[in-house]
């Protein structure tokens, strides 16, 4: 599975375990409690749920959209 997280001061993606858009809101929203700094979002997401930053391509699938500036999680078009 492969998500990007996007937000001010972080465009990432990363790769982990295949979930469902309601496991990956309640990873998104554990990750958000412990966090302090927004910038480090990423990276205390990929610890907390086994995921590893992949590199940037704009020719990948991205399965999920994680928008930490709005809250919103959403499958691109």
Aim: glycine share 4%.
């Amino acid at each position: 599975m492969i998500i990007e997280i996007d937000g001010y001061g972080h465009n990432v993606r990363l790769s982990g375990k295949k979930c469902s858009e309601r496991q990956l809101r309640e990873m998104y929203r554990q990750t958000k409690t412990m966090v302090v700094d927004i910038k480090d979002f990423p990276d205390v997401f990929c610890r907390l749920h086994r995921f590893d930053r992949i590199q940037y391509s704009n020719d990948m699938n991205i399965d999920f959209v994680l928008d930490t500036d709005t809250d919103h999680i959403y499958t691109p078009s």
